[in-house]
């Protein structure tokens, strides 16, 4: 499966932004879904995931009740919904797909993922 990332950009504190992960080449609703996100310097760090038919969701606890993680399986997307960003959001941001895994599992750790798009640059700056 290939994954293409969009949607990032330059917010101010308390502003909202959405990124979007396009996929093709394979059956998407195969995998669970997973957003994850590298500061400068830091190491990646899980951000939120969601089951293969959307009804289990995972999130981190520096995002939970901020951030929202959603798929669309007819239209083979998955998006992010980014509120109330704050500058430590500031970040690469990458979607990632699941190695085979049920239908409501929900991984969360980036071993448990083997298929990467590009990142998409959300800088959380006034």
């Known amino acids: 499966v290939q994954l293409q990332a969009s949607g990032g950009g330059l917010v101010q504190p308390g502003g909202s932004l959405t990124l979007s992960c396009a996929a093709s080449?394979?059956?998407?609703?195969?995998?669970?879904m997973g957003w994850f996100r590298q500061a400068a310097g830091k190491e990646r760090e899980s951000v939120a995931s969601?089951?293969?038919?959307?009804?289990?969701?995972y999130y981190s606890d520096s995002v939970k009740g901020r951030f929202t993680i959603s798929r669309d399986n007819a239209k083979n997307t998955v998006h992010l919904q980014m509120n109330n960003l704050k500058p430590w959001d500031t970040a690469v941001y990458y979607c990632?797909?699941?190695?085979?895994?049920?239908?409501?599992?929900?991984?969360?750790?980036?071993?448990?993922?083997?298929?990467w798009g590009q990142g998409t640059q959300v800088t959380v700056s006034s």
């Open positions: 969601i089951s293969r038919g959307g009804g289990s969701t």
């Open positions: 990632a797909a699941s190695g085979p895994t049920g239908w409501n599992t929900v991984p969360y750790l980036p071993r448990e993922f083997g298929y």
């Open positions: 080449g394979s059956i998407f609703s195969a995998y669970a």
